[in-house]
């Protein structure tokens, strides 16, 4: 093993696992896999799409039980863990997908399940100690909210911030945090390293699962690499470097993202105009924006900064309160989404389980799905003809299924997200609308998906990318728009992008 | 207005209660000081037309005459009303209370006529089947217990009663069924005043019309259509009719001081009648001029 | 047909077997004719819930529609003396326009499904005795339709019409459900209304029209059912037969969360519900064994299912782990 | 008291107070004191039915279970003669057993609710006519339970014991469930349930002990409901009470989808319903509307609601949007 940090290679073991094998019906997601995690130690987890990541923490969270390995936890050998007992022996858990109560306050999600008592059989919750409870923890994450606030009310960015206060909470010994940077940006993500960083100094474990290997880089003191359910590899604390990591997952080098498009382009007639238009979480901000055909237009700003709202209201899912928007030049008028794809306005949106994709519908009915009528004779349904579609879609992204049939929930994430890429690719896209895009994607499938975007707008499709991932929307985008507080704050040409520059906009204040 | 209120309390909705409605319109032209009014509860339970009386004594009723849902059991309820109100029992009686005094028919005599109508049409015997909306309720167990007593020594037979809950789609299957079911049944009663018209439809649907004794009871048109046709042997008919509108006026005399009109018994019986092909003609035109048409 | 739908009928012809040997009087065509007329009555109106439980949703006013659309049919052709085609166009286009409004209130005003239908089946019964007065709807002595008579209580060639008029209604609906475009929006819509929004789907459209689906096949079969009994009392008509319409969806594989369950499906849920009420009659059990005897089929009928299922599950992912070992060492 | 509470204390106040200026004797003590006992009874129920509506569940089969434990323990203590002490407790825990069973069937076998509860509807009811072979459970003439009807039927200072026995079950459970950890749990399933399962929450339990809660309630209901009849003919008996207590946890602010309610809500919610009979009786109108009244009611209820808070999330917007124009030239 090549432990840099001696003094953590001298500890025993918190946790180890041995030929750990998990299988589901078709798939191996993961085959006689082994690690092990000492006290005071922060893993790095990265693989690709599908790697088994997710399943390997499920299996450490006790939700569900491998086929065959042991897992040994303090000494003791189990053949499974159950929740109860994961969080018995300490091991606390930041899911992928967030697992929030959006009807019950801050504070009772942070404690549920363990709420301080009054005395006496009743068992009533001492609310006074909880809030007590509460507030240093939110204070370590760096909370903009209170402890009484409704989940429901929280963006999706404070509401991930829960999560990971309620991970403190526990007296764990070791915090498994699944992506819980795909939704935080900038300085959220900062915080989030620094509390790592913290846990650490107490001696507690930590394994990071991200996408964003940079961040991985700040902060992991050895990185385990997965590649389809197997161990890849592991790095020592010197080792880590983003080139390592990233031949390890697919086991070979990426090549350097292509700078030919670099080469100015000639900026295309605005496709969609917004005009003053007003969104309902912002009302009294109204937003001028032009996406030109062509390019890609990057969307930069801070979490609740109202980006999906004006996707949203592009896309004809909320009214606007106010403006007009225009397509080509005539004004638009849209009562649904079903006005907006009739226009060819399409949107990849951020929330990929719940708007996204159907999980219970195969890849090839969710492809053909809002493009139906197309796919049918006289009303009915042809088969052949989505299968067809579909076929062709699979082919072209790459997408990782048995065949066209298969039911989309049992893909991994970034296959689903190349399922809601091409039932839009599938039609003719006149502005495409990306939130999120790449969030919780692994590095290969960005590439593609970044590749997409490019002939997208190389065939003359007005392209705009909402991101939170400073890299991906500086190495991307032709023109940045950032926005502040509902507003645009600011609009960046190619020879302004800089890092500071898009972080300066996003706070309110001019660039340089 | 401030003239007193006396009400006519039914155990349901169903159309038998119609007559009772125009015997309450008559007894009101006779009874300028009163107003009088017949109440359906919405359902045919004890606790919803035990709720019904209680509001209709807080609204300042001052005398109920009751078809109650179950009078057997429900003594104090009734008792309860009795203390505040003049109560009189109809339909089926509830001697342990203190009612002022029963109206109405013995539905053991009816059951015992329609005995009488199979004897006549079936001298030689029979297996005879039943169909009635409630089991369970009083008025169909005494109605069959009285025909049961009335069959007793002949070779006629009630063999089964079928209940449908009062779906009249169902209590039209029970009629299919039973044709099916037991081929050799020779007679058929309707034990309540929707179920005769059903077996009548049932029959003719299955051509059977003629060959199978119906012995009716009350008086839906068509069960009177049928009588008159000769298809149903005949059917008995209460009259409802009769008992509000002499109940009524009892009531109103009895709040007046007038008690002359309650007999020794406190039991005023209005017999049953057998109505025939000789007599539907007569029947159905009085039952016409009764309403008022 | 789903191997779910094969396994209903196999117990539909078991019970059947069964009741044949114990009283063959069973299989005697004018039984059979009796008990298809009903499935014909009852399955028109459970294909219409069927379409509203594929979304999600709920009607519970059913049976009050069949009651106040029953007592209106009679009603207008008895004692108003329409036409009886008019009065049937009216009849139905009323059913619609009752669908139509429970559709607008889910999707428009966002109100719950079980809620505006609880609504409803209190309301329309209401309206109904208000209507008679409490008092029975009915012909006349000796009042005939002789068409409409033919078409919704006849036989041609021993078959009720009415049956023959599921057949066909059936038939329309399963390419409806299982072929158009209209049917696959709907299955999107049970399971996952937000992302079918999201595909540019009108949802709001497509559901309404699954609740005025509903209402016509409810008006359709509160016609039959008058036409049936002749006669109508708005206070006890059709009482319950939204529980029978749920019954036979859930029977059939429906599941009220939504985007699942075959229209093949919810017919034999019908069949098996209206053999055991003639079972009940013709093996002389007590008539108030009847609901019961009912619950207990269905509620064997769903466990059967689920631990089936449960079953299959467990064996595909044994197979699974069985075969993944298996190939291990080769790879 | 949340505002939506306030919003339905309000109605039932200005409700009371238009029926009382039309018939002043709505407000005679007798009057209130007849009320007030259905209230109790009808509000015991509708607490039960909170319990399980909150997990995102519902029980269909509350009427029939009133007729069948209300059989039992008529026929316990006027027939068979046992102690009335002993009679209560087998009925209560009767009451917990079938809501034992109903919680297994869909925590362990996983049955959705609606079709455990709709079995249970059709079969309890079945048992108990069958039990009574479709006759009446009553008392002799002159039986009498002076302790037992005075608990149950009797009055203390005026008011009904069984309204004490509803304020008293209300704060309990009020406690129980907006104070103690079980309410918690009870909320977070019905939101959530996997996330709670995630949470390391025995969910199976917890859901278990709501339907247990259910079936108590309802069993001490039934009870009531048997004094207060003193009779029961199982084949009406209770019918469509599910309904009622349904209508008044969603009159209550309840959704059927879980996690959202206040005990507060609830009792409202049976209080208006029950005004709304008294209505009907001491206004004459007639009984055939009394259902409509209710539907319509419940109706507009609902959709007041619902378009308030359309409202008020407008008008908040309108206003952020005025107040973010003025404060635009500002910055
Ligand atoms: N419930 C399931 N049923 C069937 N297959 C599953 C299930 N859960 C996961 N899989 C499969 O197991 C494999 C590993 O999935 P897992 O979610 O662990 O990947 P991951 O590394 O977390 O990917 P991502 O980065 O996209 O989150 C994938 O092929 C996935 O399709
Ligand atoms: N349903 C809602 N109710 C109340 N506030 C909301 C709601 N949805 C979003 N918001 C708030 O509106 C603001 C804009 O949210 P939006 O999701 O559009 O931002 P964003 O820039 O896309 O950020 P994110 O990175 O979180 O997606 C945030 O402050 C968020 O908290
Ligand atoms: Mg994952
Ligand atoms: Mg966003």
């Known amino acids: 093993m090549n432990y840099s940090d001696t003094s953590i290679a001298a500890t025993t073991p918190f946790l180890s696992l041995e030929n750990v094998r998990k299988t589901y019906p078709g798939v191996v997601a993961l085959d006689g896999f082994s690690m092990e995690v000492r006290p005071g130690e922060v893993i790095g987890l990265v693989g690709e799409n599908g790697a088994g990541k997710s399943t390997l923490m499920k299996i450490l969270g006790g939700v569900t039980t491998p086929d065959t390995g042991t897992i040994t936890v303090d000494g003791t050998a189990h053949k499974g863990l159950s929740v109860e007992g994961s969080l018995g022996s300490g091991i606390a858990f930041v899911h992928q997908e967030l697992n929030l109560f959006e009807n019950l306050d801050v504070a009772a999600n942070i404690f549920f399940g363990r709420e301080p008592l009054r005395a006496g059989p009743l068992k009533l919750v001492d609310r006074s100690r909880l809030r007590e409870m509460v507030a240093p923890l939110l204070k370590r994450v760096g909370a903009n909210f209170s402890a009484d606030a409704q989940v429901a009310s929280l963006s999706l960015a404070q509401q991930q911030m829960v999560e990971i206060a309620k991970a403190l909470s526990i007296k764990a ?123 890609i237009l990057g969307l930069a700003g801070l979490v609740g900064s109202g980006r999906t709202e004006l996707a949203r209201v592009f896309f004809g899912i909320d009214g606007s309160l106010g403006g007009t928007l225009e397509l080509d030049g005539k004004t638009l008028v849209l009562g649904s989404a079903a006005d907006a794809v009739a226009q060819g306005i399409f949107l990849v949106p951020e929330d990929r389980k719940l708007t996204g994709i159907l999980l219970d519908l195969s890849i090839a009915q969710n492809i053909s799905l809002p493009n139906l009528p197309a796919h049918a004779r006289r009303s009915l349904v042809s088969a052949s003809a989505e299968t067809a579609t579909a076929e062709k879609q699979k082919k072209d992204l790459g997408i990782k299924a048995p065949s066209v049939q298969t039911r989309t929930g049992t893909l991994s994430g970034g296959n689903q997200q190349k399922v809601v890429l091409g039932k839009w690719l599938a039609m003719n896209p006149k502005v495409m609308i990306l939130d999120e895009p790449t969030r919780g994607i692994d590095i290969g499938a960005k590439a593609e998906i970044y590749g997409l975007m490019r002939a997208l707008a190389d065939a003359g499709v007005a392209v705009l990318m909402i991101s939170s991932d400073m890299e991906e929307v500086i190495g991307v985008s032709d023109r940045i728009a950032v926005m502040h507080e509902g507003q645009i704050s600011g609009i960046l040409d190619k020879d302004q992008f800089s890092q500071e520059n898009v972080l300066l906009l996003a706070v309110g204040k001019q660039p340089k | 207005d401030d003239k007193p209120t006396l009400a006519f309390v039914v155990n349901g909705a169903s159309d038998f209660w119609k007559a009772a409605e125009a015997g309450v319109k008559k007894a009101q032209g006779e009874l300028p000081d009163y107003n009088l009014e017949l109440k359906y509860p919405e359902q045919s339970s004890v606790a919803i037309q035990q709720r019904l009386m209680d509001d209709l004594v807080t609204a300042g009723v001052k005398g109920i005459m009751v078809s109650a849902v179950d009078p057997k059991t429900s003594t104090d309820g009734l008792n309860k009303i009795a203390s505040q109100t003049a109560l009189f029992t109809t339909d089926s009686d509830a001697p342990q209370t203190k009612r002022v005094a029963y109206i109405g028919s013995s539905n053991v005599d009816a059951g015992k006529q329609a005995a009488e109508i199979a004897k006549k049409a079936m001298p030689n015997g029979g297996k005879c089947l039943g169909f009635v909306g409630l089991l369970g309720a009083d008025n169909a167990k005494e109605r069959i217990q009285g025909m049961k007593d009335g069959l007793a020594g002949t070779k006629i037979e009630l063999v089964d009663v079928r209940g449908d809950d009062i779906d009249q789609a169902r209590a039209k299957k029970n009629v299919e069924d039973a044709l099916v079911a037991s081929p050799d049944v020779t007679c058929m009663v309707g034990f309540y005043s929707y179920n005769t018209p059903r077996i009548y439809e049932a029959l003719r649907d299955a051509g059977k019309l003629g060959q199978i004794t119906v012995v009716g009871f009350d008086d839906d048109p068509i069960t009177l259509g049928g009588v008159k046709e000769g298809t149903v042997a005949a059917t008995v008919v209460q009259q409802p009719f009769e008992w509000a509108y002499q109940g009524m006026k009892l009531m109103a005399a009895y709040l007046k001081g007038d008690k002359s009109g309650i007999p020794a018994g406190n039991l005023i019986i209005i017999p049953t009648k057998i109505i025939g092909k000789d007599d539907v003609d007569a029947y159905a035109a009085n039952l016409k001029a009764m309403a008022g048409k | ?110 109100l719950q499904p079980f809620v505006v239908t609880l609504c409803g089946l209190l309301i329309y019964r209401g309206v109904a005795r208000f209507y008679t007065a409490d008092g029975t709807a009915g012909f006349a002595f000796g009042q005939n339709f002789p068409e409409l008579e033919f078409l919704t209580a006849g036989r041609s060639w021993g078959v009720p019409n009415s049956f023959i008029a599921l057949i066909v209604i059936a038939i329309v609906m399963w390419v409806v459900l299982h072929r158009s475009v209209f049917g696959r929006y709907l299955y999107a819509i049970g399971k996952n209304e937000e992302a079918a929004k999201y595909s540019g789907i009108r949802t709001g459209r497509i559901v309404m029209a699954a609740y005025v689906i509903c209402g016509v096949l409810t008006a359709l079969s509160a016609i039959y059912f008058a036409m049936y009994t002749r006669s109508i009392s708005p206070a006890s008509h059709g009482q319950f037969y939204e529980l029978y319409a749920i019954a036979a969806a859930v029977l059939g594989g429906f599941s009220l969360r939504g985007g699942e369950g075959s229209l093949i499906g919810v017919i034999l849920g019908t069949v098996l519900l209206q053999e055991l009420q003639n079972l009940v009659n013709l093996l002389g059990i007590p008539s108030s064994l009847n609901f019961a005897v009912m619950g207990g089929v269905i509620l064997i009928g769903v466990l059967v299912d689920q631990q089936w299922g449960v079953f299959r599950a467990r064996r595909l992912m044994v197979d699974a782990a069985r075969k993944n070992v298996a190939g291990a060492p080769a790879e």
């Open chain 1, 173 to 295: 010994r070791l915090v498994i945090l699944d992506e819980p940077t795909s939704s935080l940006p900038l300085a959220e993500t900062d915080k989030l390293l620094d509390v790592i960083k913290a846990l650490k100094a107490d001696g507690i474990s930590v394994i990071f699962i991200s996408h964003r290997l940079h961040e991985v880089e700040r902060v992991a003191d050895r990185v385990v690499v997965l590649r389809d359910g197997m161990l890849a590899g592991t790095l020592g604390k010197r080792d880590i470097n983003h080139d390592q990591m990233v031949k390890l997952m697919i086991g070979r080098m990426l090549k350097e993202r292509e700078k030919a498009s670099e080469a100015a382009r000639a900026p295309g007639a605005t496709a969609l105009a917004a005009k003053a238009i007003r969104t309902p979480t912002y009302p009294g901000r109204p937003v001028d924006l032009d996406v030109r055909r062509g390019e």
């Open chain 3, 1 to 110: 047909m789903s191997k779910k739908d094969l396994g209903l009928l196999i117990l539909i012809l078991v019970v059947g077997a069964i009741v044949a040997i114990i009283n063959p009087r069973f299989l005697l065509p004018i039984n059979l004719a009796n008990t298809s007329n009903l499935i014909g009555l009852f399955g028109i109106l459970s294909i219409g819930q069927a379409f509203v439980i594929i979304t999600g949703g709920i009607e519970l006013s059913v049976g009050s529609v069949v009651a106040l659309l029953g007592t209106l049919f009679i009603d207008f052709i008895a004692v108003r003396e329409l036409d009886w085609p008019l009065a049937f166009v009216l009849i139905i286009a009323l059913g619609a326009i009752i669908g139509l409004v429970h559709g607008w209130l889910i999707t428009r005003l966002k």
